[in-house]
């Protein structure tokens, strides 16, 4: 994520603030701009302290749920992320509000990432057969809903909003990584196999290659994972033990892992993040002097994001609390990495 500032005074703003925490004019995020504003209000419309400029907020920031603005000419009320919702939370039930903010801070940087990746972002009430859209439900009532993708369909089930919850389900699965983000991450990028790999019989081959044949039944694919778990070694060639059960699942969570490379790189280039360790070992160097959405080679993109994951795993272990990044990336998962890199990449040169 970029380092945003405000337009009045300077002051450093996340992409979250509605408004400046240092001289309280308004906040919000422009997608078309992708970048942060801030305003004076003028008979209730925002002004642009940058341009003069006036927007206006998204329907949703009446519900403190989204600080994204449109210009006020538009005529439309929900901004890009907003406007992908089918189904949000039964705001009558209290607790629901504050689960649904927490969804939609994790949706919104999924397509604030989207958008810096150039992908094509299409609303399912705009695009009824290939559109995207988000399903957030309770399980009360319904046992059998999960979170998963169908045909464009994300479904999160809203109990993943709660803390607790989440961390059960993780100590249940032994999962050593369960967050909001990391699953808006995983569902989408079953979304854009669809969209970009399976309809192209040279990427579907190519894919098959790299992940193995997505043909392989399914079902009966998970069900073994869960009956017999993963071998011993997966590690050499899996980002995590749920991508050994398919290729479509090998996919998505490789596909959820280059987001979160991509995103930590960005960060890092905007802060400035350099690491140049005590020790005699060179390989534990990293700086990110470069913007990683402009960058052509991922190779060069993970060389100088490995050491940096390290130092925040280690500041992490300095305050007792888990690892941050508690994955291997071995050089199998680097490849398929790089299939995904390199697909993003030419699609932006079409």
Not at 185 to 200: D, I, Q
Request: charged residues 20%.
């Amino acid at each position: 994520m970029k380092i945003f500032e405000c337009d009045n005074c300077g002051y450093p703003l996340y992409f979250e603030n509605q408004s400046c925490e240092k001289c309280s004019h308004l906040s919000g995020y422009s997608d078309l701009h992708h970048g942060m504003k801030t305003f004076t209000s003028v008979n209730g419309n925002l002004k642009s302290d940058r341009d003069g400029e006036i927007f206006k907020y998204c329907r949703n920031s009446v519900s403190g749920v989204c600080n994204w603005i449109i210009p006020f000419k538009e005529e439309r009320e929900y901004c890009l992320a907003c406007s992908l919702n089918r189904i949000i939370p039964d705001l009558s039930i209290q607790e629901n509000t504050e689960k649904w903010q927490k969804l939609e801070n994790a949706k919104h940087r999924l397509v604030y990432q989207l958008q810096r990746l150039e992908l094509p972002i299409s609303p399912r009430s705009s695009d009824v057969n290939k559109g995207l859209c988000f399903d957030f439900v309770a399980k009360q009532g319904n046992p059998k809903v999960m979170t998963g993708h169908n045909n464009g369909i994300i479904t999160i089930v809203l109990s993943e909003a709660d803390t607790v919850h989440r961390e059960y389900v993780k100590k249940q699965l032994s999962e050593p990584y369960r967050t909001l983000i990391g699953h808006f991450r995983h569902e989408v990028g079953h979304y854009y196999w669809s969209l970009l790999v399976s309809g192209n019989q040279t990427t579907l081959s190519e894919f098959r290659e790299v992940f193995g044949d997505e043909r392989t039944d399914y079902n009966q694919s998970l069900n073994n994972h869960y009956q017999f778990g993963a071998t011993s070694n997966w590690q050499e060639s899996y980002i995590s033990q749920y991508a050994t059960s398919h290729p479509w699942e090998d996919w998505a969570e490789t596909w959820a892992h280059y987001l979160h490379i991509m995103d930590m790189t960005e960060t890092s280039y905007f802060f400035g993040v350099e690491v140049n360790p005590n020790v005699k070992d060179q390989s534990f160097k990293g700086k990110v002097n470069f913007d990683p959405y402009e960058i052509m080679d991922f190779n060069k993109i993970y060389k100088e994001w490995a050491p940096i994951s390290l130092v925040i795993n280690s500041l992490n272990r300095s305050m007792g609390v888990p690892d941050m990044y508690p994955f291997v990336v071995s050089q199998n998962v680097i490849q398929k990495m790089n299939f995904i890199h390199n697909l993003l990449t030419q699609l932006k040169r079409e």
